[in-house]
């Protein structure tokens, strides 16, 4: 019990002193974490788990959309691509589809790998 309160306190100010970027690459790594847990439930039957885990993935895909700054144009074709996912995660949720949810995983690989690339070289001397 007490190491379990001991990793809550240690998670609980990762979140509260990580920057905007780190935040972001969390909500990533959730995000695959979530769709990772998914598709396990999936192959086990546990459909009432399945859903709740993919909903996780939705709300990580929909904080996403609500955080874009559509002042750039990249914003745009983002948005698109969240919508795309989100699409795809309601029709593996209702099918209980696998690939689907295989696809939307890989796209959620790319888009923090870019995003580990971005803070990487945002971090590098001009």
């Not at 002193?17 to 790594?29: D, G, H, Q, R």
């Not at 709300?59 to 700054?69: A, G, P, S, V």
């Not at 949810?101 to 890989?106: A, D, G, I, P």
């Amino acid at each position: 019990m007490a190491a379990n309160s001991l990793y809550d306190k240690y998670n609980d100010n990762s979140i509260m002193t990580a920057s905007k970027e780190e935040l972001t690459l969390m909500l990533y790594e959730g995000a695959l974490k979530f769709a990772n847990q998914a598709m396990t439930a999936i192959e086990s039957k546990d459909y009432v788990k399945s859903n709740t885990l993919i909903m996780k993935v939705e709300d990580i895909i929909r904080e996403f959309q609500m955080t874009l700054d559509f002042q750039y144009n990249i914003s745009n074709d983002l948005n698109s691509l969240y919508d795309y996912m989100y699409g795809r995660l309601v029709e593996a949720n209702m099918k209980k589809d696998l690939n689907i949810l295989e696809e939307v995983r890989n796209m959620l690989r790319e888009f923090r790998d870019t995003w580990k690339e971005a803070m990487n070289l945002a971090k590098q001397p001009a």
